[in-house]
């Protein structure tokens, strides 16, 4: 009997469990199956989303950390390359600075020759145009004395001329020209 009593008080606290459990959540078996398939929908839904969504974003982001990838590897290149060119455009740089600074030099020994040359010339220049000074004011000198000394002679004779008029003769008169000329020596129409 005791046994019979222990069945009927399990019973009875299952049954006031089952209430229990219906009360706090409300389950039934429309619930339930409610439950099972809106959990099977919603796997359906999960799987339809991870084909068609899921698997094409993650392929879409793949293929976007590619095209990263590359463009920073062709960037990496292309940065290798600009400085490459760059050592290449400073040393041509170098190269033309030298280059310059060649034609530079070799034009000022030019221009050093060139005016060595033209120094030059305008000496010989110059000496030409003293010596033909110095040429022709000697011969104005000589000219100026040939005048002064005809001046002089005619001068001379006509002085002479005068005093002397009567008694002299023409070699006396030229003996006279030349005695007064040594007196007056050659230092006198020379300078």
């Known amino acids: ?81 600009a400085e490459a060119f760059k050592k290449e455009y400073d040393a041509k740089l170098k190269e033309v600075g030298a280059q310059a600074n060649e034609i530079l030099s070799q034009t000022k020994k030019k221009a050093k020759k060139q005016e060595d040359t033209i120094v030059n010339e305008a000496k010989e220049e110059a000496g030409r145009i003293i010596k033909r000074a110095e040429s022709e004011a000697k011969q104005a000198k000589l000219k100026a004395q040939d005048e ?13 001329g005068k005093m002397v008029k009567a008694s002299m003769n023409e070699a ?18 020379q300078n």
Not at 177 to 189: A, I, N, Q, R, S
């Open 1 to 81: 009997m005791s046994s019979i009593f222990a069945n009927q008080g399990i019973t009875a606290i299952l049954a006031e469990t089952e209430g229990v459990w219906k009360r706090i959540f409300g389950l039934d078996a429309q619930v339930l199956f409610d439950t099972c398939i809106t959990l099977v929908s919603m796997l359906v839904l999960f799987a339809l989303l991870t084909y068609f969504l899921f698997n094409p974003a993650r392929a879409l982001i793949n293929k976007r950390k590619e095209l990263v990838a590359n463009d920073m590897e062709a960037a990496r290149k292309e940065k290798e390359e």
């Open 148 to 160: 002064m000394k005809q001046e002089i002679i005619s001068v001379a004779t006509l002085m002479a």
């Open 172 to 189: 006396d008169q030229n003996e006279l020209v030349e005695t007064t000329l040594k007196e007056m020596g050659e230092d006198t129409w």
